[in-house]
């Protein structure tokens, strides 16, 4: 494996972190709390992986161009912009949720939770939005 293929792996990592996302949200629902716990655990460590190769990546390669135009052009700068603004509050967000859950501060948690969990996925799955238009063109439109 070769830097070059970490945009790839990120793209797994944030499609991975969303459906454990996913998964712990529904085994909340279902009441199943450790269930729940080992879900949101694998997604926080799923999501720190990416944060690493992400950071390793783009010291190497730096900013990669966007070169395609029309209505793609604004679609994408739309889902980046909206992407790396709520990236950057994922991370506080997601530190505090999953510490009050683990302490077992439960009323604290849910609180911060209920704002965690939609942006973290809504994160993780224009993570994956951005790789397949910038480096998988032909993939979508």
Do not use: E
């Amino acid at each position: 494996m070769t830097v070059h293929d970490l945009p790839a792996v990120n793209a797994s990592l944030n499609a991975l972190s969303g459906i454990l996302l996913v998964c712990g949200y529904t085994m909340m629902r279902l009441k199943r709390i450790q269930l729940h716990r080992r879900f949101m655990i694998a997604a926080f460590a799923t999501s720190a992986l990416f944060l690493v190769c992400y950071v390793v990546y783009h010291a190497q390669v730096g900013s990669v161009r966007f070169t395609r135009q029309g209505f793609v052009r604004t679609l994408y700068y739309t889902i980046l912009i909206t992407h790396v603004t709520l990236a950057f509050s994922v991370v506080p967000l997601s530190i505090v949720t999953l510490s009050r859950g683990l302490k077992g501060r439960i009323p604290q948690h849910r609180r911060i939770a209920r704002w965690t969990f939609p942006i973290w996925l809504y994160v993780s799955v224009t993570g994956v939005l951005v790789y397949v238009l910038l480096y998988q063109p032909t993939w979508l439109l």
